[in-house]
Nanobody, 119 residues
Framework: VQLVESGGGLVQPGGSLRLSCVGSGFTFSIYAMGWYRQAPGKQRELVAAITSGGSTNYADSVKGRFTISRDNAKNTVYLEMNSLKPEDTAVYYC??????????????WGQGTQVTVSS
C-alpha cells in the first residue's frame, strides 16, 4: 500500500495550492479519504474528508476556503486550498480509511507534504 502526496510548497498569504494524493495497492474507491495536517508543536488534525460515496466534511477553520475531491479512475484525492493564511502552514498528510469485515480497521498514511504560507 502506498499513498504519495504532491503539490506542497511555499505560497504567499491569499494564494492557492492544490495537493494531490495517489493511492496504490488497495481498492481506492471503497475507502474514505482524508487530508490531515500537523503544525510544529501541535497535534495532527483533520482538515477535510470525503467518503467513498462523495460526502465531504471540513474543519471549521478551512470551510469555504478548501475543497476536497476524488477521482476514483485515477486513484487520486485532491485538496484545493484557496485564500491561504499563515496559520495553514503545516505538513499535510493523506489518509485512507476503511472499516472492513469483522470491524477490522484499515488505516493508511502518506509521507506528508510541506505547505508554508509566508510573505
Amino acid at each position: 500500500v502506498q499513498l504519495v502526496e504532491s503539490g506542497g510548497g511555499l505560497v504567499q498569504p491569499g494564494g492557492s495550492l492544490r495537493l494531490s494524493c495517489v493511492g496504490s495497492g488497495f481498492t481506492f474507491s471503497i475507502y474514505a479519504m482524508g487530508w490531515y495536517r500537523q503544525a510544529p508543536g501541535k497535534q495532527r488534525e483533520l482538515v477535510a474528508a470525503i467518503t467513498s460515496g462523495g460526502s465531504t466534511n471540513y474543519a471549521d477553520s478551512v470551510k469555504g476556503r478548501f475543497t476536497i475531491s476524488r477521482d476514483n479512475a485515477k486513484n487520486t484525492v485532491y485538496l484545493e486550498m484557496n485564500s491561504l493564511k499563515p496559520e495553514d502552514t503545516a505538513v499535510y498528510y493523506c489518509n485512507a480509511y476503511l472499516i472492513g469485515p469483522g470491524l477490522r480497521p484499515y488505516d493508511y498514511w502518506g509521507q506528508g507534504t510541506q505547505v508554508t504560507v509566508s510573505s
